[in-house]
C-alpha cells in the first residue's frame, strides 16, 4: 500500500514509517518543508539498508502531496499543530483514503506537562479529526513508544488498541499494526473510545519518567 506520514519527520512519524517501509509498503514521509521531508527519506532509507531491508521505497513529500498520493494517511504531528494540518491537507486527500490519527492532546500544547491530557471539543484528538474530514478516521498506534519503533534490532512489545465507526477502515489498520514485529491489534471498538486510549499514553509517558525508561508500553491478557 501507498502510506503517508504527516508530519512524518517528528520521532512518532519517522518510526512508523520505518516499520511499515520495512514491512513491504510504499512510505511517503510528509513535511511542511520538502527539503525536510527528503532528508528524513534519505535517512530511513539508509537506517533501512543497515538492517538489510535493501528493496524499499521512501520518499520525501510536502505534506499535501504527500497526503494525495496515498492510500492510508497517517496523521503524526503535535496536536497544536493539527487543526491547521488537517485543514491543509483535506482537498488533497483521496476520497476513499483512510486517516490515522495519532496524535495525543497532551498538556504541552497549550504548555502544560506531557502526563496531563487537555480535553478537546470533541472529545478526542481523533474525533476532533473526524469532525475536520469527511474520510474515515481512525485512532491508533497513541501508545507505542518512538524508540520502540526506531530500533529495528527488536520487536515492538505493546498491543495497539484501534477504534473507528468504520468498521473496513478499522480492519485495513489492524492488518497493518499486525505486521510490525511483536505489535498485536485490538479491536477498541466505535471512535468515541480514542478518548480512553489517548488517556494511556500520559500514563505511559508518567511510568517512562518514573522508572527512567523510554519504551513503557501495554499488553492486554487473556485475550
Same mark, same amino acid.
Given at each position: 500500500?501507498r ?12 518510526g512508523l514509517?520505518l516499520?511499515?517501509?520495512?514491512a513491504?509498503?510504499h512510505v511517503i ?5 520538502e527539503?525536510?521531508a527528503?532528508k528524513?527519506a ?14 524499499v521505497?521512501?520518499?520525501?513529500r510536502e ?7 496515498a492510500?492510508?494517511?497517517f496523521l503524526?504531528?503535535p496536536f497544536?499543530a493539527?487543526i ?8 488533497? @486527500?483521496d476520497e476513499?483514503? #483512510? =486517516?490515522v490519527?495519532v /496524535?495525543?492532546p !497532551?498538556?504541552?500544547a ?5 502526563t ?6 470533541a472529545?478526542s484528538a ?10 474515515p478516521?481512525?485512532?491508533?498506534f ?6 520502540s519503533?526506531?530500533d529495528l534490532?527488536?520487536e515492538?512489545?505493546c498491543?495497539?488498541v484501534?477504534c473507528?465507526d468504520h ?10 499494526a499486525e ?8 479491536d477498541?471498538?466505535? @471512535?468515541?473510545?480514542?478518548? #480512553? =486510549?489517548?488517556?494511556i /499514553?500520559?500514563? !505511559? ?11 513503557v508500553g ?6
Amino acid at each position: 500500500m501507498r502510506l503517508a506520514f504527516i508530519g512524518g519527520t517528528g520521532h512518532q512519524g519517522f518510526g512508523l514509517a520505518l516499520r511499515l517501509a520495512a514491512a513491504g509498503h510504499h512510505v511517503i514521509i510528509g513535511s511542511r518543508e520538502e527539503e525536510r521531508a527528503v532528508k528524513a527519506a534519505e535517512e530511513a532509507e539508509e537506517i533501512l539498508a543497515e538492517h538489510g531491508y535493501e528493496d524499499v521505497t521512501v520518499e520525501g513529500r510536502e505534506n499535501s502531496d504527500a497526503a494525495a498520493e496515498a492510500e492510508v494517511v497517517f496523521l503524526t504531528v503535535p496536536f497544536f499543530a493539527v487543526i491547521d494540518t488537517v485543514k491543509a491537507i483535506r482537498d488533497s @486527500l483521496d476520497e476513499d483514503a #483512510i =486517516v490515522v490519527d495519532v /496524535t495525543v492532546p !497532551l498538556e504541552t500544547a497549550v504548555g502544560g506537562k506531557p502526563t496531563r491530557l487537555i480535553r478537546p471539543w470533541a472529545g478526542s484528538a481523533a474525533e476532533t479529526v473526524q469532525s475536520l474530514v469527511n474520510n474515515p478516521v481512525v485512532s491508533a498506534f497513541e501508545n507505542v513508544s518512538a524508540e520502540s519503533l526506531r530500533d529495528l534490532e527488536k520487536e515492538v512489545k505493546c498491543d495497539v488498541v484501534v477504534c473507528s465507526d468504520h468498521e473496513d477502515a478499522k480492519r485495513t489498520v489492524m492488518e497493518l499494526a499486525e505486521e510490525i514485529p511483536g505489535v498485536r491489534a485490538i479491536d477498541g471498538g466505535p @471512535l468515541e473510545n480514542a478518548r #480512553i =486510549v489517548e488517556s494511556i /499514553t500520559a500514563l !505511559l509517558i508518567s511510568l517512562n519518567m518514573r522508572y527512567g525508561k523510554e519504551d513503557v508500553g501495554i499488553r492486554f491478557t487473556n485475550l
